[in-house]
Every structure is written in C-alpha cells, then in structure tokens.
C-alpha cells in the first residue's frame, strides 16, 4: 500500500518507529515487542536502517519489515540510507524488498561514522531518492525533514531548497526529524508550503523518558529543549519513574497540540519500548481518530 493514500482521509495518521537490536541476542525481544505495538493499531510502523545511526546495513531490517506487514498486517516503511551503499548493494536491497511485497522506503543518506568506509555512489538523500525512482520498481519514497535545520545545512533557507530538492527528485511523504517545540515545527512548515512543498509531513515526536539518553539525541540532531522540558528534566531527570511519566506527558501534550492545529500525522519513534507507545496511544487515539 502507498503510504500517501492513508493521508487521504480525515483521520491524523498515527505511526511508529522501531529499531533493529544492535546483537542477535536482542532479535527475540524485538519481535515481542512488535506484537504490542501492533495491537496499538498503527496507521504503518517504519523499521530503522542499522543500529546505532550509522547508517550501515542491518540484516534485519528488512526481516522485521517483512514480519510486520506479511505476518502482523500492518503496513511498513524500511528505512534505506545511502553513504555505505553503493548501487549494486542498494539494487540488492530493492530486490528483497520487493519480494516481500514491500512497497515503501524511508530513503535517507545516513550519519556520518569514521568507522565506516563511505561509498561514492550516492551523496544525499535526494541521489538515492531520485535511483530508486529512476528504477521503476513502484517503490513509493518517503523522506526526512529537519524543522530546526539540519546540523549541517547552512541556514535554512539552504535546508528547505534542498528538502525541496528531495521531493522534486520523488519523496511523496515526509517524516521530520524529533522536536520539542511546537512553535518550531509550525514556523518551518509554514516555510515549506511557502516554497511550494505540499507533500503530507508526519511530526516527529520522541517521548523524553530518560534525561542522559535526550541530551546524547539532541547533541545528535541539533533539536533545542524548550524552558518548559528544561524544568522538567532538572525537577525528575534523576527519578527513572517520575521521568518516564513526566516524558509520555509531555509527548501526549505535544500531539495535542498538534492534531488540534491540523497536522498531517504523527509518527512516533518508540525506542523499542511497548509501553511507552501504549501509555500514549491510549491518551490521544480518540483525539487523532477525531478528524483534521
């Protein structure tokens, strides 16, 4: 199923984000965890492309996209970055995808590891976006967006003419990257539309349940924390319980927010963790069935 025809109804389409484990040991638990999250009843559940954000391939990623759309039944996106690919690899990939009858990707350039050899196939996203398109295989490409810039655009003006770029070379979705400040989101999409991108953007909403585990994803991603979450990891970041609640509170908060201003979809990244998503979901599943 394309991804786009769910942002054809009047409902706010509601999404997750699961990671393969980085050791084999882990493969169990992820699979368990898949069967919670399905019993949520996710619009899609997209899979990550190698652990850690390196980029570099994961075996398991499409398996585990493969198990949630052929054995569970909902409908998925396998993520695919660039930087340690080269076309043959990346063709590869096409083809098992395609196997398994499944039809979208999360086309992406990948993090940067001085760990890895880079391959000079593809150098952004909007390359491998524009391959798989020019491959004619039906594949339907989604893309990531920064509302805060990404960390290494110049300004962003620079970010949204080349997220432009990625939707002309064919990304019909758009995932964006975490944020903690509503006012951010809504300022960037207002300049997207400006510059003439309409395709359906989901929000990216990360639940903050561990204060050390924020901190390291926001140095990562450049996302600014908010007076209101500052308060809120300097009076519970030490209290793992009251943390963890304090964070789903204000995630459900956010999308609140969100869906009461109009938003495509909101696309949460779990971070493999059944209840968090759960305590969520059953906070705002009437508020995002309610309509645009």
Do not use: W
């Not at 009843?41 to 499409?62: H, W």
């Not at 960037?188 to 349940?209: N, Q, S, W, Y």
């Not at 971070?271 to 309509?291: C, F, H, L, Q, R």
């Amino acid at each position: 199923m394309d991804i786009t025809k769910l942002f054809e109804t009047e409902k706010t389409v509601f999404s997750f984000e699961v990671f393969p484990p980085k050791k084999e040991s882990g493969i169990d638990t992820i699979y368990q965890t898949l069967e919670q999250l399905t019993d949520l009843k996710p619009d899609f559940i997209s899979v990550t492309y190698g652990a850690g954000g390196s980029g570099v391939a994961n075996a398991n990623t499409i398996d585990l996209c493969n198990h949630i759309k052929n054995h569970l039944g909902i409908e998925t996106i396998a993520h695919l970055s660039c930087l340690y690919n080269t076309k043959e690899s990346v063709d590869e990939i096409l083809d098992r995808l395609k196997a398994y009858g499944i039809e979208n990707i999360l086309a992406l350039r990948g993090d940067v590891n001085p760990d890895y050899e880079t391959m000079h196939d593809f150098s952004y996203a909007s390359d491998l976006t524009a391959y798989i398109m020019s491959k004619q295989m039906n594949f339907h490409v989604s893309g990531a967006c920064y509302p805060e810039v990404h960390q290494e655009a110049p300004d962003m003006r620079t970010d949204i003419m080349n997220l432009k770029h990625k939707v002309e070379a064919g990304a019909d979705h758009l995932i964006s990257q975490l944020f903690f400040d509503n006012h951010a989101f809504y300022d960037f999409l207002e300049k997207v539309r400006i510059a003439g991108i309409d395709v359906p953007i989901e929000a990216g909403i990360m639940p903050v349940t561990n204060k050390k585990q924020i901190e390291r994803m926001v140095s990562m991603c450049g996302a600014s924390i908010p007076a209101k979450l500052s308060k809120v990891l300097q009076r519970f970041g030490d209290n793992p319980l009251a943390m963890r609640d304090a964070g789903i509170s204000y995630a459900v908060n956010q999308i609140v927010d969100l869906v009461a201003n109009g938003v495509d979809g909101i696309h949460i990244y779990t971070m493999n963790d059944p209840y968090v998503a759960k305590k969520i979901t059953e906070s705002v599943s009437s508020i995002v069935t309610a309509g645009k």
